[in-house]
């Protein structure tokens, strides 16, 4: 049975779906969702690349900025917590940096929470003592040190709506195919604009992510102190909301193809939308979260010292690795361009972070 039937069955069974279920099922239904289906998503052979795949020196500039984070909390005993870690690369490239400072290393502890059961094998190779997985960040209560969020909150299921007369909501019926209705939004996606003093235009759609919120506030309850770092691609809200973003952000990825077509390839396609890295921020502040810097990935990794790592390599070497040329433009052009690095803070002294040298000085409104 294709995934397809079975979201067709369901709403013929219970009526129209949100696009919120809609794309959590496309994306987690178990054994047919994109991420759960057991394949390649990742890579030539996937649908996309991600920035650790392209290259090692990505985990290593992360690396860099936990080192300093550890010195500014005390140089005390740090949880390094991501969500999402995916194929293990990140987590395996920053160990591998911090391993060169061994008094960092033996008084930090990664730890893994991973929504995607299928991937939880994936460091046979990794340093077993350093590495532990938790299905909910409640088994770290009181923790201090750094969350990581890489190529995650993307993945997020998102309300859609658009404004009419009043805000409504779009779900996804069924009759011969897949088509979206409206309905009046709930109060929930009301006080989501509201809180942030979002009024959206005449016929404008967009997406909401509630989901988001929740995640920041379970973070910030469970934080005695430290960094969150978000790494995504997305947009501040003047240009998320910007009138020439009338349809929104959700983007699809198939085959190295984007694409604006949720109904298509169910369970074969990555579906996304952008961050808004302004509401990511105003939640961080209601929970008890501090801005402490938010720039695209070029200017944070060249921050860290990236130029100086590449002067510092036979370039000759790099032909045929994970080091290419090719591979350095995209980390640094491409997608250090169109990513974004949001980094917020709990409990910290408040000093300037070196990947943030030219940060904006906020992401409000």
Avoid at 44 to 72: F, H, N, R, W
Avoid at 131 to 141: G, V, Y
Avoid at 157 to 162: C, F, I, Q, R, Y
Avoid at 322 to 342: I, Q, R
Wanted: one cysteine or more; hydrophobic letters at 35%.
């Amino acid at each position: 049975m294709q995934l397809s039937e079975i979201i067709a069955d369901k709403i013929k069974e219970t009526g129209p779906l949100s696009f919120h279920d809609f794309m959590e099922m496309a994306l987690y239904y178990p054994g047919y969702g994109y991420y759960t289906a057991g394949k390649k998503r990742i890579g030539m052979e996937g649908d996309y690349y991600t920035s650790p795949e392209v290259s090692s020196l990505y985990g290593q500039m992360i690396g860099k900025q936990l080192e300093e984070m550890y010195a500014i909390m005390g140089n005390e005993p740090m949880d390094i917590i991501e969500f999402g870690a995916g194929s293990g690369m990140l987590c395996n490239d920053i160990l591998n940096h911090l391993k060169k400072h061994p008094e960092i290393y033996n008084n930090v502890t990664y730890y893994i929470v991973e929504k995607n059961q299928i991937n939880l094998n994936f460091p046979k190779h990794f340093d077993d003592s350093k590495i532990r997985f938790i299905d909910d960040l409640s088994e770290r209560s009181g923790f201090s040190g750094c969350v990581i969020s890489n190529e995650l909150l993307d993945n997020f299921p998102v309300h859609l709506v658009m404004m009419k007369d009043q805000l409504m909501e779009i779900f996804v019926d069924y009759d011969g195919g897949f088509k979206e209705v409206l309905k009046p939004a709930g109060q929930d996606l009301e006080n989501y604009l509201a809180a942030q003093q979002v009024t959206l235009r005449q016929d404008y759609r967009t997406e909401i992510n509630l989901q988001v919120r929740k995640w920041i506030e379970n973070i910030a309850a469970q934080m005695r102190r430290g960094y969150l770092l978000t790494i995504d691609y997305g947009y501040t809200a003047e240009d998320y909301y910007n009138a020439g973003r009338n349809t929104g952000t959700l983007a699809c990825y198939y085959k190295h193809t984007v694409t604006d077509t949720p109904y298509a390839n169910i369970g074969e396609q990555d579906i996304t939308a952008h961050v808004n890295f302004s509401a990511l921020d105003f939640w961080g502040r209601k929970y008890g979260f501090d801005f402490s810097g938010y720039c695209n990935q070029n200017y944070f990794l060249r921050s860290l010292g990236l130029s100086n790592y590449l002067r510092d390599l036979d370039m000759r070497t790099m032909e045929g690795n994970d080091m290419s040329y090719a591979g350095l433009n995209k980390l640094l052009l491409d997608m250090g361009n169109k990513f974004k690095v949001l980094i917020q803070q709990k409990n910290v002294p408040k000093r300037s972070l070196t990947g943030m040298q030219f940060s904006r000085q906020s992401v409000s409104h």
